[in-house]
C-alpha cells in the first residue's frame, strides 16, 4: 500500500514537471496571474484526482460492506441504512449555500462586463503610456516611429519608404514635382484641422513658372527662390523659405510635426490618390514619434 | 404530476423540452428586443455595397478574414473600436467569420482606400510582403450581379423591414434609396463610376463606362463602406 501512496506522488510530480516544460515560460510568478492561478489549479486538480483515484483503489481492495440492513429486501438484493458520507453531504450543502449567493448576490452585483474591462485595460495602459513616454528622446521616437510605420503605413508607403512605384508618397523626399505641380494646377484643400484656409489652384498659370517652382521645391528650396514663388503669393502662404507657417500653410521642404500631424489628422488627396485619415487610431507621442522617423529616412 | 409524467415518455419528452426550452427563451427574447436595435448612424448596405458583398460571400472571403473586432486593446489598437452588435443589424447573414488568416476586415474602410484595394485584389504581395492571399485577378473582369443584390435589398425591405426609401435619421431626406430595378441600377452605376474615377485599371474604367460593373468596383464599394 505504501508504494502506491508513493508511486501517486511521483505520479503527480511528474505530470506537474511534464506541465511546466510545455508551459514553463507562463510560469512566472508575479507577472501575470491568471497564469499563476492556473498552475495552481492544475497542482490541484492531479493532486486530487490521483488521492482520490488512491482512496478509491484501496477501498476496493480492503472494503467489506457492512452496517445495520434495512428491512426490504428486493429479489434478495438488501439496502444498507447508512447515512451518506459526510464529506458529500457538506458539499451539497455547501453549494446550495453558494448557489443561492451566487445568484442573488454574487453575480448580479460583480458588474462585470467584457467592454468595463476592456476600459479599464486601456485606461491602465494610457496611464502607463504616459508615464514612461513622456518625455522621450529622439532616438526612442524614431524606434518607436519605426515600429508604427510598419504597421500602419508599411502597407502603402512600402517596408522602405519608397512609396511601391507610385502606389503612395515616396516617403524619402519630402515632396515630388509631379505633387507640386498638381498642387498648383488643382490647389488642395486637405488639411482642414491644421490649415483650414486650403490653397486654391491656378496661382500660377504659365509653364515655366509652375516648372521652376516645383523643380526647386522638389530639390529642397536650396539656393535661391524663383521669382514665380516669391511673386506668385506662394510665400505668403508657405513662408519665404517654404518651410511653413504654422495654421496658414504646410512645410514644404520638411516633415516637421505640424506637417506630420495635419497629414494623419485630416488624409490626404493628392496626385497619387487618396490617403485615410488616422486620427484618433494613434496617439500625440505617436505621431511624433513618426516625423521623427521619416525625417531620419529621408536623410 | 409527476407520478403521471414518470409513466409516459412521450409527455415526459415533451415537458423536458419545455422546461430547458424556457431558459432559452429568457435569456433570448429579451436580447433580441433589446440588442438587434441598429446603432445610431447604421444604415443598409446600397445596392452596389451588397453586390459586393455577394462577391465576398461567394468567394469566401470570411474563410479567412474576420469582421467582429474584440473589446481588447491589442484589437482596438490595430482594428479601431470595438464591433457593437447593433452595427450588424442589416448584415443578413453577419460574416464574423471564426478565423483570422488575414486581417479583421470590420473597419477597413477607415485606413484603406480605392486604390489601395485595387492593388491588393490584383497582387497581393505588392502592398503587403510575406502575404499568403492569392490574387483575385478575375474581379477585374467578371461582372457583378446586380440583380440578385437588388432582389436581396427588395426582399429583406419587403420581409424584414429593413429601413430602404426611408429617412433613417430624421433629416427629411431619404437615407439609401433603392426605388424600382431601373432606378436602383442606375444609381449604382453612379456609384460605380464614383469609385472606377479612383481607380488605375483601364479595363474597368472602360467597362464602367459601357455601363456595367467589374466584381472590383463592386467589392471596394462594400469594403469602404465597412467603417
Redesign the interface.
Known amino acids: 500500500m505504501k508504494s502506491m501512496w508513493i508511486g501517486g506522488i511521483i505520479l503527480i510530480v511528474a505530470l506537474m514537471a511534464g506541465t511546466y516544460i510545455v508551459a514553463g515560460d507562463a510560469f512566472n510568478l508575479g507577472e501575470d496571474y491568471i497564469n499563476d492561478l492556473t498552475m495552481l489549479a492544475g497542482l490541484a486538480i492531479i493532486s486530487i484526482t490521483v488521492f482520490v483515484a488512491l482512496k478509491y483503489i484501496q477501498q476496493i481492495k480492503n472494503d467489506k460492506a457492512g452496517g445495520e440492513l434495512a428491512e426490504d429486501n428486493w429479489d434478495g438484493i438488501g439496502e444498507y441504512k447508512n447515512p451518506i458520507p459526510t464529506g458529500w453531504g457538506l458539499a451539497f450543502i455547501g453549494t446550495l449555500v453558494w448557489l443561492f449567493w451566487y445568484w442573488t448576490v454574487g453575480y448580479p452585483t460583480s458588474g462585470f462586463s467584457?467592454?468595463g474591462?476592456?476600459n479599464e485595460?486601456?485606461l491602465e495602459?494610457n496611464a502607463k503610456y504616459e508615464a514612461k513616454w513622456a518625455n522621450a528622446d529622439e532616438a526612442t521616437l524614431k524606434a518607436m516611429g519605426e515600429s508604427l510605420y510598419l504597421?500602419?503605413c508599411a502597407?502603402?508607403h512600402g517596408?522602405d519608404a519608397n512609396g511601391?512605384?507610385g502606389?503612395a508618397q515616396n516617403l524619402t523626399q519630402r515632396i515630388s514635382k509631379e505633387s507640386v505641380v498638381y498642387a498648383i494646377k488643382n490647389g488642395g484643400n486637405n488639411f482642414v484641422t491644421h490649415y483650414p484656409g486650403g490653397m486654391p489652384g491656378g496661382l500660377l498659370y504659365e509653364d515655366a513658372d509652375i516648372n521652376a517652382v516645383a523643380n526647386w521645391i522638389a530639390n529642397g528650396a536650396k539656393g535661391e527662390a524663383p521669382e514665380a514663388f516669391t511673386t506668385g503669393t506662394c510665400n505668403s502662404c508657405h513662408g519665404d523659405d517654404a518651410r511653413g507657417i504654422a495654421m496658414v500653410g504646410p512645410n514644404l521642404v520638411s516633415y516637421d510635426n505640424d506637417m506630420i500631424t495635419a497629414v494623419l489628422d485630416d488624409g490626404k488627396k493628392g496626385n497619387?490618390?487618396?490617403?485615410?485619415?488616422?486620427k484618433?487610431?494613434l496617439n500625440e507621442t505617436q505621431y511624433k514619434a513618426l516625423g521623427s522617423y521619416l525625417r531620419s529616412i529621408g536623410e | 404530476m409527476f407520478h403521471w409524467l414518470e409513466q409516459r415518455p412521450f409527455f415526459f419528452a415533451v415537458a423536458v423540452f419545455l422546461v430547458v426550452a424556457f431558459a432559452g427563451i429568457i435569456e433570448i427574447i429579451p436580447d433580441f428586443a433589446k440588442q438587434s436595435k441598429p446603432v445610431v448612424g447604421t444604415k443598409p448596405y446600397t445596392i452596389l455595397e451588397l453586390t459586393g458583398r455577394h462577391v465576398y460571400i461567394k468567394d469566401s472571403c470570411n474563410a479567412c478574414h474576420s469582421q467582429l473586432i474584440r473589446p481588447f486593446k491589442s484589437e482596438t489598437d490595430r482594428y479601431g473600436m470595438y464591433s457593437l452588435s447593433g452595427e450588424y443589424a442589416y448584415d443578413r447573414p453577419f460574416l464574423w467569420g471564426s478565423k483570422r488568416t488575414g486581417p479583421d476586415l470590420w473597419r477597413v474602410g477607415n485606413y484603406r482606400t480605392t486604390d489601395w484595394h485595387e492593388n491588393h485584389m490584383w497582387d497581393p504581395k505588392s502592398v503587403v510582403p510575406g502575404s499568403i492571399m492569392p490574387a483575385y485577378k478575375h474581379h477585374f473582369t467578371n461582372i457583378a450581379d446586380v440583380e440578385t443584390a437588388y432582389a436581396e435589398a427588395y426582399t429583406v425591405k419587403a420581409v424584414f423591414n429593413t429601413p430602404y426609401d426611408v429617412d433613417i435619421n430624421g433629416d427629411g431626406s431619404v437615407d439609401v434609396p433603392l426605388g424600382t430595378w431601373e432606378e436602383a441600377k442606375a444609381r449604382a452605376l453612379e456609384e460605380a463610376r464614383a469609385i472606377a474615377a479612383d481607380m488605375k485599371n483601364q479595363s474597368v474604367k472602360d467597362a464602367v463606362a459601357r455601363g456595367e460593373i467589374p466584381e472590383i468596383v463592386a467589392l471596394i464599394a462594400y469594403m469602404n463602406s465597412l467603417k
Open positions: 467584457q467592454i474591462q476592456y485595460e486601456v495602459y504597421v500602419n502597407p502603402c517596408v511601391i512605384d502606389k497619387i490618390g487618396i490617403m485615410p485619415a488616422f484618433g487610431m
